[in-house]
């Protein structure tokens, strides 16, 4: 046996763009987990809701010791912060989030996806993991490192794109694609019953444990990624010469020679762009209602404690998981055996999600949100989010994987607003009224949205490469090919 042949029977069984999925499920992961664990950990943190009625009997049957805010009864501490206080903690994480992100994707396109990757990981892990030392201080201190921790996971999203458009084949991007984000879920799985448990649990520390375990294990996690995260598959030892080929072959241009300053003037004149962010929006609408009012939908109507929500919001996370992948596959499956194009595959998979949603919304106000069909339902439409993400969220992927970072972020950014206004518009319509009708009105909004979005991209939208992609060279060389092709 020769040296050459040696040296492929010493080579991994196993694929090495599967390694970067692993990296890209952690880095999704990661990035939800952390929110979640603020979210649920806050209800811990503060003094019981009916804590302002009762200050008086309680400051008379017990020694509590209030000094500057901190109400100290037994450990873990609880403080006094007020519900615009709780609000503002909550809410300046995902303001350092949007605010990142067009600078996340440039620094990936310019300095490379791992070590934006890393510094993110790394700050939002550590962010977190000094989360109770801060609110010791000061509410107000607890919101900067959270803006922190918004900020450095607006610098990992973009660099995760970055990363898959230098890895995955275009064949594969929906399957492996489908795979990583599938983190998301096992994130708000694992976190959102994880953190509630130890919460609970007084004997293991209580509500700060959340965030040493999640912060401790984000930082182990990078350091992982420094040993094994590579930018390009050409720059990883263990690669075989097969996979390397394989990968190159079927990638639209050379994506690791550096990359020109991105158009933006021919990215926001183009129709397919405005597309995507449609789309986008209507899918972080769906996300943004289960994540954000869905609990008090389930609490204030359905009157389920604070337990059953948890289960029932983090559980359809598994099936959720389980549709991100089966529509990763089918959709690997589709485009390899070219039975559909790209763009049929995720206008089809947008569209099945938002129909699905829609039609679950439809037979909660059909049958005036009754406990079976609200739980059915609630169950099925978290479900299908798995599968929209082989859909919509890969296509600036898609598009252009040139400038992906930098067209994911605006993408991101622009259709990461229903974060924002989704709460508020709910809030205005349940403010004086929390009641089924009520809550009817907003569903009846929310299938208008969704539905929407969902024909309008499928009429303007596109997962087909965008001209703005390739160097005027690149195009006058591809230009040149398809003539001798078809000569």
């Known amino acids: 046996m020769n040296t050459q042949d040696s040296a492929e029977a010493n080579e991994p069984y196993w694929k090495r763009r599967y390694m970067i999925v692993l990296h890209g499920f952690a880095i999704y992961f990661l990035i939800n987990s952390h929110r979640i ?45 007020s519900p615009k206080i709780q609000g503002g903690i909550l809410g300046v994480g995902f303001l350092g989030f949007v605010l990142s992100l067009i600078i996340g994707g440039r620094f990936a396109e310019t300095f490379g996806s791992r070590i934006m990757i890393i510094i993110g990981t790394f700050i939002s892990s550590f962010s977190t993991m000094i989360t109770p030392l801060t609110a010791n201080v000061s509410p107000y201190f607890v919101m900067c490192i959270q803006c922190v921790r918004g900020i450095a996971q607006g610098l990992m999203f973009p660099a995760a794109t970055v990363l898959a458009a230098n890895w995955y084949p275009r064949a594969e991007r929906g399957l492996l694609s489908g795979l990583a984000l599938s983190g998301y879920g096992f994130g708000v799985l694992v976190s959102g019953i994880l953190s509630s448990l130890i919460c609970d649990s007084v004997s293991i520390g209580g509500w700060p444990c959340v965030f040493y375990i999640f912060g401790g294990f984000g930082i ?39 990359r020109p300053a991105v158009p933006w003037r021919k990215i926001l004149i183009s129709m397919p762009t405005y597309a995507l962010f449609i789309g986008t929006f209507g899918q972080t609408w769906i996300g943004a209602h289960f994540l954000l009012v869905h609990a008090t939908f389930l609490g204030t109507i359905l009157h389920y404690s604070m337990a059953q929500t948890g289960i029932l919001i983090s559980v359809p996370y598994v099936i959720s998981m389980f549709s991100n992948v ?51 339902c609630s169950i099925i439409a978290i479900g299908i989010l798995g599968l929209m993400n082989s859909g919509v969220m890969i296509v600036a992927l898609d598009m252009t994987p040139t400038f992906a970072g930098s067209l994911n972020a605006l993408n991101i950014t622009v259709g990461s607003l229903p974060g924002v206004i989704l709460p508020i518009v709910c809030g205005i319509i349940t403010n004086d009224e929390q009641t089924i009708e009520q809550w009817n009105k907003f569903f009846i909004l929310s299938i208008i949205i969704v539905m929407s979005s969902a024909m309008f991209f499928s009429i303007f939208g596109t997962a087909e490469i965008q001209s703005y992609n390739f160097s005027p060279a690149e195009l006058s060389l591809k230009a040149e090919r398809e003539t001798k092709t078809s000569s």
């Open 220 to 258: 182990f996690i990078s350091i992982l990624q420094m040993l094994s995260l590579k930018n390009f598959p050409k720059d990883d030892p263990r690669i075989s010469r097969e996979e390397l080929k394989f990968i190159l072959k079927n990638q639209e241009n050379k994506l690791e020679l550096k």
């Open 326 to 376: 089966s529509s990763g596959f089918i959709s690997s499956f589709l485009s390899t055996k070219e039975y559909l194009s790209i763009s049929k595959i995720r206008k089809s998979w947008n569209i099945i999600g938002n129909v699905i949603y829609s039609l679950c919304l439809a037979l909660l106000i059909f049958t005036n949100s009754e406990d079976t069909a609200a739980i059915v």
């Open 37 to 81: 664990n603020m979210s649920v950990a806050i209800v811990s943190m503060v003094e019981d809701a009916d804590h302002g009625n009762h200050t008086e009997k309680q400051l008379s049957n017990t020694s509590i010791e209030v000094i500057d805010g901190i109400s100290h009864d037994q450990y873990p501490i609880k403080f006094n912060w």
